[in-house]
């Protein structure tokens, strides 16, 4: 009877290790499949924050064209005053030209 108390002793002693290590390797798969959960969170993110600051980029680029643009269109606006007002002052030469060419070609006459 010794022996089997041994022997059962034993095996209750092995079954016990057993689920000891099942009960380890669990734990184990639990942390791996965590660090996995949340290796894969961080690289969503860096994903996320890459996308954001690549969003950024794109709206401060779509800015500084339409600033662009609106002075471009300024510019060209100022260029057109500059434009206008010079064949003004051409065509006000012009007339007071015309003008001393007729009071001259009158004087002759008397």
Do not use: H, P, T, Y
């Amino acid at each position: 009877e010794k022996k089997e108390g041994k022997a059962g002793q034993e095996e209750k002693k092995e079954e016990k290790e057993k689920e000891e290590k099942k009960e380890k390797e669990k734990e184990k798969e639990k942390e791996v499949k965590e660090k996995e959960k949340e290796k894969g969170m961080k690289e969503k993110e860096k994903e996320q924050e890459k996308e954001k600051m690549s969003n950024i980029e794109k709206e401060e680029k779509k800015s500084s064209r339409r600033r662009e643009l609106k002075r471009n269109r300024n510019e060209d606006k100022e260029k057109a005053l500059r434009g206008l007002a010079r064949q003004e002052e051409e065509e006000g030469k012009n007339q007071q030209e015309g003008r001393k060419e007729e009071e001259s070609r009158k004087e002759e006459e008397m």
